[in-house]
């Protein structure tokens, strides 16, 4: 008999490295949970953010992508984040377009001090993508021999 | 119409204001025209065309024409001046040596869908009002002008020239165009059959990257996928995520700037609908952010390199969609 | 001299397929392309593909090998595997000459054998062309339209399908396939050729001049100042090379799968700036170059290696493709020519 | 078992690896077993790749002479080189080859009275033609070999040039650089100059390799002194994806450089297009 494997979603999370990264520093000093699929990847802004970085994420075997940044208004930048968000609107409504699960992009905005809403994040996203199945729709079939 | 392009080229280059002139070339059939640099009185009375089939976009030629010295002169159709005027804005290409002409344009016509409607070994047409003539080897047939337009011009957004040094012919108004109805379609399908129609579409791509090279709004001195250094940079169509990708970040890359003049979906020789990916990005600001229109107001913040502190979220934005 | 009616040629095809993979030109929303059979399927009767039938042998992209590298260290794998056998049914006479002239750059001494296994294990069934189409100008390299090579060349005349074997290979396929196959004679067929030279004669594009393309005036066509405005307008896509049936340059290339590097080839364009690009120095810096060497390469190198074939076909692809109309034929008119 | 194919490459490893100037090193390879990978003939070149770095030619600078390995001299230049300028000993490397026509040591040289002329990495062809006739000493008439560098420090291989060949008699080397350095007691001057001023015997036979300028003037200063084209040999460089006359990018004129060339006689070259 097989046993069914659960699945184990890949999430890869772009973190702000002044804000949500410091938040996810301080949910884990805080003791909280968040599954281990998730890899963090630090950006200086989520400006820094390319849509190639997201869609290279989603070939290399990501079945989620998230992008945390600083809430709007607190750039360390002043305004990087502004500029990701029409960015990112705009990419993830084109990722829908052509009919890539929209769940399986997200855009959150989370400080420093907010370890919490972090490690909740993180939980509901990959939560969602667990149910949502291994990203099939933009994945490179050569990552994943 | 030809004519008078003529006359107004050989004018040009009489009275010394332009030393060259670009515009269209006569074929070997009356659909093939090439774009040209005409530099004598001789060439232009001998092949210099302007038809229904004039569709190519001369505006991305004067990045280069520009950079060499003296004056050039350029028809430019209505939805060319949009790009003329994008092009303008980037500082592409220095307005005091290009003398632009608008022309008229009622249409461009597709030779694809006169062959797709039987038609074969198609010699000649000629336009006889609403009716075009056509000579094939097999015989004489006449199409209906209206089926045989380009899907652009079938959608055009505008009758109106933008930037022009003279005019020929009397001004046209941008005109409330069913161009979104395609886009508005498919938003309406599930995922699946999105994506479904996607992939039939994008998978046809063979990467000859005709859709780049023709695109007025695609000037980079060196584009991110001819950059082994950039890491993405993949010549073939090697796995259908390299179809997605490139098609996804050609069309990001031009997203405010796009002026949808349709030459991507025109140029390609597989066909595929590549306007629709940019008319999305186009919809989508223009719901999101406002109207926007590239290559209409020369001072006007792009939609990227602008933003207002109550944008949408993008979540906000899918919920808008339902 | 076979024939089988058309009613049932979805009959053949079930047949074939039974025990190869078979091909066909069939019909789709943007033109006729090339797939595997599927039930239901029919014979497209247009005149060409947009893709040509190079993609059989050479694909767009194949892979060559995989490399395990750890450390230091580096394995080599062949990941060659035996090609199946497979039917291309419909293929026109430009498209088969073009296996020929592909023939002489891959089978040549070394032999390429990712090209060669394709190559062997295929049985080429070719169609004449009922209705040439005014882009075509295949009787400018001396094919015959109307008696196309292969290994079974077919006819359609009327409501049927005349076959006739060309090779051992075609013997083998039309015996295989004799239940299905009634004898003919050859009368309607030597009418029907008539038929299609006298088209042929009518083509806008046929016989264009290309006789002086000769090695001997190899630096004269090469210095021929008209190709500069030839190629002005050219955007430097890769249209005309990637629907082109006998282009044959590739660019081979490394992919990091995560666990393994794949190393692929692809089809490349001397139309593209980084074609010759090399670390140092570009020795075609312009688009006059790049274009140029296309055209001098069809029509004066390829022929001065290969005893005068040139590396055209006529089948027109590049004529209805290229974004600017800027082709072979206006080249052929051009240079060297009487203009 | 399908039949070998050309395009897959053998492993070699890097046993040994020499640094000649700032930018150019020395590298050795052989099999796995090591042995050398294959003979080949002065002039030829092989296919040095790391998978996924890249593929590129390079010539092959050891004699055929030598039985134990092959050596190449690479200088750093773009991606591929710049990767084997980052390794050490013991990397494997692929590697596929020999390719090309090489020099015609066993026809056309035989008897001849040579004169190589190099400029910089140019010398790394020519060391393999220069060590051969070295070890067949008899075959050939005098040697004279001109090479110039930027600097002292830019000339490859001086060790060797210094210890073995300007000491063995019938070789005659002259070192030229660019600018003078206070170490420097020879001649400072550019090599197509220097050329002219040593002023060879016309009945040798040239051949010539470094960068095209260089070239191109040593060309015209070797005609002014009455030599010929047909006396004067070279060897191309162009980007190479097979080797083996099929990808198509080495194309000049009727010839391709990797199967025809990468050397040619002057006045063959004259009848192609200058894309090179």
């Known amino acids: ?81 502004y500029y990701a968000r029409r960015r990112m609107t705009l990419l993830f409504s084109m990722l829908d377009f052509l009919g890539i699960e929209r769940e399986r992009t997200r855009l959150e905005w989370v400080s420093a001090a907010e370890g919490a809403k972090f490690a909740a994040t993180m939980n509901d996203f990959v939560e969602t993508v667990t149910r949502l199945g291994k990203n099939r729709r933009l994945e490179d079939l050569r990552c994943n021999k | 119409m030809q004519q008078v392009i003529r006359d107004k080229a050989l004018s040009l280059l009489e009275a010394g204001k332009v030393d060259r002139v670009l515009a269209w070339k006569e074929g070997e059939f009356f659909y093939d025209q090439t774009p040209h640099v005409f530099k004598t009185a001789e060439e232009i ?216 003049c349709g030459e991507c979906s025109r140029v390609c020789p597989q066909s595929i609908p590549l306007h629709l990916i940019n008319r999305k990005f186009i919809k989508d600001i223009n719901e999101f952010y406002g109207t926007y229109q590239a290559g209409e107001n020369p001072d006007e913040r792009a939609p990227l390199t602008n933003f207002d502190k109550d944008d949408m979220e993008p979540a906000d934005a899918f919920r808008k969609g339902e | 001299m076979k024939k089988i009616a058309l009613q049932n040629l979805p009959k053949l095809f079930s047949a074939i397929s039974e025990s190869k993979a078979l091909y066909l030109p069939v019909d789709t929303e943007s033109g006729a392309e090339f797939r595997l059979y599927r039930e239901g399927d029919t014979l497209s009767e247009a005149c060409n593909t947009n893709r040509s039938a190079k993609d059989f042998f050479f694909p767009q992209v194949e892979d060559m090998a995989e490399f395990k590298v750890e450390g230091k260290k580096i394995e080599v794998l062949d990941i060659r595997r035996e090609s199946e056998e497979f039917v291309i049914f419909g293929a026109r006479a430009c498209d088969v000459k073009s296996f020929e002239i592909l023939d002489s750059v891959f089978l040549a001494d070394p032999v390429d054998t990712y090209y060669k296994n394709r190559r062997e294990h295929v049985t080429v069934i070719s ?199 800027m082709n072979i034929a206006k080249v052929i008119k051009e240079i060297g020519g009487e203009k | 078992m399908m039949q070998k194919e050309a395009l897959l490459p053998e492993i070699g490893v890097i046993t040994d690896i020499r640094i000649d100037t700032p930018d150019v090193k020395t590298f050795r390879v052989v099999t796995p077993d090591g042995k050398k990978p294959f003979l080949h003939v002065p002039g030829q070149c092989a296919m040095l790749s790391i998978p996924g770095v890249g593929e590129a030619l390079f010539s092959i600078t050891s004699s055929p002479t ?99 060949w300007c000491k063995e008699e019938g070789i005659n080397v002259h070192l030229t650089i660019d600018r003078e350095q206070p170490e420097w007691s020879g001649h400072v001057g550019f090599v197509p100059n220097f050329v002219k001023e040593l002023g060879f015997d016309t009945g040798k036979t040239a051949v010539l390799c470094g960068p095209p300028i260089m070239i191109k003037f040593t060309l015209a200063g070797l005609q002014e002194i009455g030599f010929q084209k047909d006396q004067i040999y070279t060897t191309l460089e162009m980007r190479m994806k097979c080797g083996i006359g099929k990808c198509g990018r080495c194309n000049l004129g009727d010839k391709f450089i990797c199967k025809d060339g990468p050397v040619f006689r002057f006045d063959q070259l004259e009848e192609l297009p200058d894309e090179y």
């Open chain 1, 1 to 81: 008999m097989q046993i069914e494997e659960k699945f184990e979603p890949t999430i890869v999370a772009f973190c702000c490295n002044w804000c949500s990264y410091a938040g996810a520093d301080l949910s884990g000093t805080n003791r909280l949970q968040y599954p281990a699929n998730v890899k963090i990847i630090r950006v200086p802004c989520s400006c820094r953010v390319n849509p190639m970085f997201i869609l290279r994420a989603f070939q290399r075997g990501a079945d989620g992508v998230i992008l945390c940044g600083c809430h709007p208004g607190d750039c360390h930048y002043t305004t990087g984040n």
């Open chain 2, 45 to 260: 009375n001998r092949s210099l065309v302007y038809n229904g089939f004039s569709a190519a976009n001369l505006s991305k030629y004067l990045v280069k024409e520009t950079l060499k010295d003296g004056m050039i002169a350029v028809f430019l159709k209505p939805c060319d001046t949009y790009s003329f005027s994008q092009l303008l804005k980037e500082h592409r290409i220095p307005r005091e040596k290009v003398w632009a002409v608008g022309i008229p344009c009622d249409g461009k016509l597709d030779i694809d869908r006169i062959r797709k409607a039987g038609l074969r070994g198609i010699t000649s047409i000629r336009e006889d009002g609403d009716r075009l003539s056509v000579s094939t080897i097999y015989g004489e047939k006449t199409v209906a002008k209206s089926d045989a337009l380009a899907e652009r011009c079938e959608n055009c957004k505008s009758r109106k020239h933008i930037v022009y040094d003279e005019l020929i012919g009397s001004e046209g108004e941008a005109l409330d165009s069913g161009r979104f109805d395609a886009v508005e379609a498919l938003e309406k399908m599930s995922p699946e059959e999105r994506f479904a129609f996607w992939q039939k579409e994008l998978s046809r791509c063979i990467r000859c990257n005709a859709c780049r090279n023709a695109c007025p709004a695609c000037t980079c001195e060196k584009c991110v996928f001819d950059n082994p250094a950039s890491g993405i940079e993949s010549k073939a169509p090697a796995s259908s995520f390299e179809e997605q990708n490139f098609h996804i970040i050609r069309a990001f890359h031009v997203v405010g700037r796009c002026t949808d």
């Open chain 3, 127 to 325: 169609l004449a062309c009922n209705f040439p189409e005014e882009t075509c100008f295949c009787s400018t390299f001396g094919i015959d339209a109307a008696s196309p090579a292969g290994d079974v060349a077919a006819w359609i005349i009327d409501e049927e399908l005349y076959m006739t074997a060309l090779t051992e290979k075609g013997e083998a396929f039309l015996s295989a396939h004799a239940a299905l196959l009634s004898d003919a004679d050859e009368s309607k067929v030597d009418k029907k050729k008539e038929e299609i030279a006298e088209i042929c004669h009518r083509l806008p594009l046929q016989n264009l001049p290309v006789e002086h393309f000769k090695a001997e005036k190899l630096m004269e066509h090469f210095n021929d100042p008209k190709w500069a405005e030839l190629s002005q307008s050219c955007i430097g896509c890769g249209t005309c090379t990637f629907v082109c049936p006998t282009c044959q340059c590739f660019d081979i290339r490394d992919f990091d799968t995560g666990n393994g590097i794949q190393r692929y080839r692809c089809w490349d364009s001397c139309m593209y700036s980084d074609f010759t690009q090399m670390a140092a120095a570009q020795p075609r810096l312009t688009q006059l170059e790049r274009f140029r060497q296309r055209f001098m390469h069809k029509l004066v190198y390829h022929p001065a290696n290969h005893e005068g074939t040139y590396g055209c076909v006529g089948c027109g692809r590049c004529l209805a493709k290229c974004p600017i109309s």
């Open chain 4, 66 to 164: 030598n039985t134990e390995f092959l050596e190449f001299s690479i200088k750093k230049c773009g991606c591929v080189t710049s990767f084997l300028h980052s390794i050490e000993p013991g990397q494997y490397v692929t590697i596929r080859g020999p390719y090309g026509n090489g020099f015609p040591v066993e026809s056309a040289f035989l008897g001849k009275d040579l004169l190589f002329v190099a400029g910089g990495i140019g010398l790394a062809p020519l060391r393999s033609v220069i060590n051969y006739c070295r070890h067949y000493r008899d075959k050939y008439g005098k040697i004279d070999i001109v090479y110039g560098s930027r600097s002292m420090q830019d000339l490859v291989d001086y060790r060797e040039i210094i210890d073995e």
